[in-house]
C-alpha cells in the first residue's frame, strides 16, 4: 500500500480581477470571462515565491502526517517558476522544515505537470521502500507576459503532499503516464516570459494527453467515470477541464470540488494537485479520486486515489484550500499588480 | 582615585561639512580645547567615533588624529559605543586621569557622515542594531524608537501633539545656539505634519545627519586652579555607565532604557546627589520619544509623565527641569561620535556662565547622558561648580 | 552586499526558529546562547519557538533602508511568542489600521531579501495575523 499521508495547500491573499487586466489592454473582459470561465486570479506578493508557498503547503502536509520530518527520505519540488535557475528550491523547503540532511533531493520541472511528476516519484521511491516518507509539492509563480492570454490565467500557490506506506489519508491505486514530443508551450533559457501555439495547445496538447492518460488509467485500473466520486484535471482555465471532463463522461458534480481555476487562475504546477487538495478537504471514506494532470511539451500524469477513514480523522489539523481561495483576499490594482510581479522595475 | 575638572572645550558650528575632512573637523575641534585650556601639552587622548571605517572608509583615528594634532608619540585610543562613543571617550580619559596615569588628557569625538549618501548612512547607523535579529528583517532606528513611542503612547496615553512639544522646545533652545546646525524655531503644526518616517514618528522628531567634532581638556582637580584664568573650576563629580540587551525586543520594559537608569544610577552615587540637586540635563535625544523616556529613567520625572511635562514647558529654558539647552541633538545636530562630548562642551559653557541667550539662571550642577543604538549602552556624567 | 557565510550560518534559526531555553531561570533565548549567563550553570536544553504569539508594539517603516525600499511602507513588531522567546518581523497581509498591540499573529515563511539580481536570496520569518 502507497499513497498519501499528509497534505497542504497555500494560496496567496492577493488577488486581481480579470476586468482590471482587460481595461489596461482595452481587451474585452466579458469576452475573455465567457470564453476562459476565468474571473480573478491570486497574486504572490513580493515576499513570495515558490520556495516560501512550498514551505507553508509542507509544513500544512506535516501537520497533518505528524510525523517526524527527519522520517523524510526526499523532497521534490516541481515548478516552473523556480526562485533560482540553478539551485534547487527543494534544499531551501527541506532545510525549512527540518528534514535534512538525510534526505534526497531534486528539483523537477515539466511546465505545469511538474507538481505531479514529483509525486510520482514520490509515490515510487516509497513503494520501493527506499525511504518511508518523501514530500512531493507543486507550486509556481508564474508569469504571463503583460497582454497575453496568459496574463489572465498566470497565478500562484502551491500545493505538498507526503507520501507513505502507513496511516494513509488516501491509497494510490495507479498511476499511468503519458508523454510525447509536442511544442506547444515552452519558455527559452534566459527569457522571463513563456511562449504558447495559440490554439495548437488545446487538441493536440492539452486535450490529447489528458484523454489518453485518463482513458488508459481507468482501462488498467477497470473503471469507468461513474466509479468515481470526484475527478480533477489539471485547469489552465475554467473551460479547458470542463470540457475534458465531459468528452470523458464526468459530471459537473464530480468536478466541482476540484474545479478552482475560475477564482484561483491557472497555478501551472500546482493546479491540479490543488484541485485535489480540495478533494481531499471533502472527500469522505472509500470515495475514488481521478486526478489527471497536464504538462506542456507534453505529458500527463494520471493517478487514481482512494479516500480513507484516518482522512476524516486529520483533517482538519491545517487550514482547508478553499477557504483560502475565498476569504481574506486583497484585490490589487494593474499598476500594483505590475510592480508586485516585477513587471516594471525601478532604475538600478 | 583623584578629583577630576575640566578646563577646556572645544567644537564648531555642525552641519553638512562638505568641503571639510574628517580629520579636519577633529583638529579643529581639538585644537580650540587645548587653547580654550591653556595646557602647552597633553598625556593622552580618545576619540569617539562610532564607524568612520563605513562613513569615510577610515580606521585607526588612533593615529591619524595624534598624527595631524601634531602630539605624536602620545597614546591615543578610539573610543566606540554606537552613539556613546564620546561620551565613552569622556569616561576612558576620566580614568586615566583620576588613576594617577595621565595629568592632562584630551577627550574628543568626531563623526563625518555626509561623504556616503543616505542610504549608506542608514546602513552605517543601522550596525548600532542587531544586524542578524533586527536589521536583517527590515526594522530602521528610527522603526524601532517608533516601536517604544507606540508602546509608551499606549499605556501613558501620551498623545502625537504632545509628543511634538519635544523638539518644538529644542528648537527655542538651538536657534539661540550659535553651533547648531538648524538654528530655526518650529511650530507643533510643523511638526506633525511633517514627512512620515515610520509611524508615530515623523522627520521633525529624529535627529539629523551631521558632521562635526567636539573636544574636552581634563586635569586632576588640584591643577584646575592652574588653568581656570578667572574662570568657575568644574568637577568632574559623578560618572556612570551601563549596558542593556542590544536588542530592543529582548527589553523587559519596552518604554524603559534600564542602561540610562543604572548608568544615572552609578553616577548620582559617585558625586554623593540625585536628581532634584541636578539644575539641568543634556539628554540624548536621537528621537523626541527618546528624550521623553532618559528624562524620566534619569530621574526628573516619574515613569509615564515625561511626555506630558516637556508639553507643559517643564523642560524649557525657563522651566522647572531645563533640558537640551543646547538645542539637543535634534536642533545642534547628531554626528553620532561627537554628540557626547558636545553635551560636555554645553555644560561647561552653562556652568562657566557663558550660554549668552541660553544661560540658565542656575546652572551649578548639570548631568549629561549619552547612549548608543536603541539604549544597548549609556554613559552619564555629572559636572558641578566648586 | 549579502554576507552569505551568516545567511547560512543563521539558517536553523531564519527558518526553523530554533532557539534554547534555560529551564531554572525559564529564560527562552532566540538566537540560541552559549549560556544563561555567568551567574547560571544550567545547561540550555533546545527550544523551538512556536508559531503563534501576540504583538507587543509595532510601527509602520515609511522610509525603508536600501534593500527594503520596494516594499515600503511595511509593518514592523515585537512578538512575544507563545511559551517564550520574542522576534522583530515584519507584519504582512494585514492592513496597517488593523494592526493592535496584543494582536495574535503567526509566523510565515517569507523571502526577506534578495541580493540585487546576481546574488542569493535571503528567507526568513515575518507573521501575519492568527
Same mark, same amino acid.
Given at each position: =500500500?502507497?499513497?498519501?499521508? /499528509? ?32 474571473? !480573478?486570479?491570486?497574486?504572490? #506578493? ?32 516541481? %515548478? ?28 523537477? !520541472?515539466?511546465?505545469?505537470? *511538474? ?13 520501493? /521502500? ?49 508523454? @510525447? ?67 470523458? &463522461? ?18 501551472? %504546477? ?36 482512494? *479516500? ?41 | ?43 593622552? =587622548? ?10 569615510? &572608509? ?42 594617577? =596615569? ?5 577627550? %574628543? ?52 501633539? !504632545? ?6 522646545? %529644542? ?38 545627519? @551631521? ?16 588653568? #581656570? ?13 551601563? $549596558?542593556?540587551?542590544? #536588542? ?70 525657563? &522651566? ?17 561620535? *561627537? ?26 550642577? &548639570? ?20 | ?67 527594503? $525600499? ?61
Amino acid at each position: =500500500m502507497v499513497g498519501i499521508v /499528509g497534505y497542504g495547500a497555500y494560496i496567496p491573499r492577493q488577488r486581481i480581477k480579470l476586468e482590471e487586466i482587460a481595461a489596461v489592454w482595452g481587451a474585452d473582459a466579458v469576452a475573455y470571462k465567457r470564453g476562459l470561465m476565468l474571473y !480573478e486570479k491570486s497574486v504572490p #506578493a513580493p515576499d513570495q515565491d515558490t520556495i516560501t508557498m512550498s514551505v507553508e503547503a509542507a509544513r500544512w502536509a506535516l501537520a497533518r502526517a505528524g510525523i517526524d520530518p527527519k522520517g523524510i527520505g526526499a523532497v521534490y519540488i516541481g %515548478s516552473e517558476s523556480h526562485p533560482y535557475a540553478v539551485k534547487p528550491s527543494g534544499t531551501i523547503v527541506a532545510e525549512a522544515i527540518g528534514a535534512t540532511p538525510d534526505c534526497h533531493c531534486a528539483d523537477f !520541472e515539466f511546465a505545469c505537470k *511538474a507538481g505531479s511528476e514529483a509525486m510520482f516519484v514520490g509515490l515510487s521511491l516509497v513503494k520501493a /521502500g527506499e525511504m518511508d516518507y518523501a514530500l512531493s509539492v507543486g507550486g509556481d509563480t508564474s508569469q504571463g507576459a503583460p497582454g497575453d492570454a496568459l496574463e489572465y490565467s498566470a497565478s500562484a500557490g502551491s500545493a505538498a503532499f507526503i507520501m507513505g506506506r502507513e496511516n494513509l489519508l488516501a491509497e494510490c491505486l495507479h498511476t499511468f503516464s503519458f508523454m @510525447t514530443d509536442t511544442p506547444d508551450f515552452w519558455r527559452r533559457e534566459y527569457e522571463f516570459y513563456p511562449r504558447h501555439g495559440g490554439r495548437f495547445t488545446g487538441e493536440q496538447a492539452y486535450f490529447k494527453h489528458s484523454l489518453a492518460a485518463s482513458k488508459e488509467i481507468m482501462k488498467r485500473a477497470g473503471l469507468t467515470p461513474k466509479d468515481f466520486k470526484y475527478v480533477v484535471h489539471h485547469q489552465p482555465n475554467g473551460k479547458f477541464p470542463r470540457n475534458v471532463g465531459k468528452m470523458l &463522461g464526468f459530471t459537473e458534480e464530480q468536478m466541482k470540488a476540484g474545479w478552482l481555476s475560475p477564482w484561483l487562475g491557472n497555478t501551472y %504546477s500546482g493546479a491540479s494537485p490543488m484541485g485535489l487538495t480540495a478533494i481531499l478537504d471533502e472527500a469522505q471514506p472509500g470515495d475514488l479520486i481521478l486526478m489527471c494532470s497536464y504538462g506542456s511539451g507534453a505529458g500527463s500524469d494520471s493517478f487514481i486515489w482512494k *479516500a480513507t477513514e484516518r482522512l476524516v480523522e486529520v483533517r482538519e489539523k491545517a487550514p482547508f484550500t478553499r477557504p483560502q481561495l475565498d476569504e481574506n483576499k486583497v484585490y490589487l490594482t494593474y499598476g500594483q499588480y505590475a510592480k508586485y510581479r516585477g513587471k516594471i522595475v525601478k532604475a538600478d | 582615585m583623584r578629583d577630576v575638572a575640566v578646563i577646556g572645550i572645544g567644537i564648531q558650528k555642525w552641519g553638512e561639512l562638505w568641503d571639510r575632512s574628517l580629520r579636519d573637523i577633529w583638529v579643529e575641534a581639538a585644537q580650540n580645547a587645548i587653547k580654550d585650556a591653556g595646557v602647552d601639552h597633553i598625556d593622552t =587622548m580618545y576619540v569617539g567615533a562610532m564607524s568612520p571605517g563605513l562613513f569615510v &572608509g577610515q580606521e585607526h583615528l588612533s593615529s591619524l588624529c595624534a598624527d595631524y594634532l601634531g602630539v605624536t608619540p602620545v597614546h591615543a585610543t578610539r573610543t566606540e559605543s554606537a552613539c556613546a562613543s564620546g561620551g565613552m571617550a569622556m569616561r576612558c580619559g576620566f580614568i586615566e586621569v583620576a588613576s594617577g =596615569m595621565a595629568d592632562i588628557a584630551l577627550v %574628543s569625538g568626531v563623526e563625518k557622515m555626509t561623504d556616503v549618501d543616505g542610504g549608506g548612512a542608514t546602513y552605517a547607523l543601522a550596525t548600532a542594531a542587531d544586524g542578524d535579529y533586527e536589521v536583517y528583517n527590515g526594522v530602521t532606528f528610527p522603526g524601532l524608537y517608533a516601536m517604544m513611542a507606540q508602546d509608551y503612547m499606549h499605556r501613558f496615553g501620551l498623545t502625537r501633539e !504632545e509628543l511634538a512639544a519635544v523638539p518644538v522646545k %529644542s528648537h527655542e533652545n538651538g536657534a539661540l545656539n550659535p553651533h547648531a546646525q538648524y538654528p530655526s524655531r518650529i511650530k507643533i503644526e510643523t511638526v506633525i505634519n511633517s514627512v512620515m518616517i515610520a509611524d508615530p514618528l515623523r522627520i521633525m522628531d529624529c535627529s539629523p545627519i @551631521t558632521d562635526g567634532a567636539a573636544a574636552a581638556i581634563l586635569c586632576p582637580l588640584e591643577m584646575a586652579k592652574d588653568y #581656570a584664568k578667572g574662570r568657575p573650576i568644574i568637577k568632574v563629580s559623578g560618572v556612570g555607565a551601563a $549596558t542593556d540587551t542590544i #536588542a530592543l525586543h529582548s527589553r523587559k520594559d519596552l518604554s524603559v532604557l534600564n542602561s540610562v537608569v543604572v548608568a544615572a544610577k552609578r553616577a548620582y552615587e559617585m558625586a554623593g546627589v540625585g536628581p532634584d540637586d541636578v539644575d539641568f540635563a543634556e539628554v540624548h535625544d536621537c528621537f523626541s520619544i527618546a528624550e521623553v523616556i532618559t528624562t524620566e529613567d534619569i530621574g526628573f520625572f516619574e515613569k509615564g509623565t515625561g511626555g506630558k511635562a516637556a508639553a507643559a514647558g517643564e523642560t524649557a529654558l525657563t &522651566g522647572k527641569r531645563p533640558v537640551n539647552t543646547s538645542g539637543g541633538l535634534k536642533s545642534k545636530g547628531h554626528p553620532v561620535g *561627537a554628540t557626547g562630548l558636545g553635551q560636555i562642551h554645553e555644560l561647561v559653557t552653562q556652568l562657566r556662565g557663558d550660554a549668552g541667550k541660553r544661560q540658565l539662571k542656575t546652572a551649578k550642577r &548639570g548631568l549629561a547622558q549619552n547612549m548608543g543604538g536603541s539604549g544597548g549602552s549609556c554613559v552619564v556624567h555629572i559636572l558641578e561648580v566648586v | 552586499m549579502a554576507f552569505i557565510p551568516s545567511y547560512w550560518r543563521e539558517r536553523a534559526q531564519r527558518l526553523r526558529y530554533e532557539g534554547n531555553k534555560c529551564e531554572s531561570c525559564n529564560e527562552v533565548y532566540f538566537p540560541p546562547r552559549r549560556s544563561c549567563g555567568i551567574n547560571c550553570d544550567e545547561e540550555l536544553k533546545p527550544h523551538t519557538l512556536s508559531t503563534t504569539g501576540k504583538v507587543l508594539t509595532y510601527t509602520v517603516i515609511h522610509i525603508a533602508p536600501t534593500q527594503f $525600499t520596494d516594499e515600503a511602507p511595511y509593518a514592523m513588531v515585537i512578538c512575544e511568542m507563545d511559551g517564550g522567546g520574542r522576534i522583530t518581523a515584519q507584519l504582512v497581509d494585514c492592513p496597517f489600521e488593523d494592526i493592535k498591540i496584543g494582536m495574535p499573529v503567526r509566523i510565515e515563511f517569507r523571502l526577506i531579501q534578495k541580493d540585487g539580481h546576481h546574488g542569493i536570496l535571503m528567507y526568513g520569518y515575518k507573521v501575519v495575523p492568527g
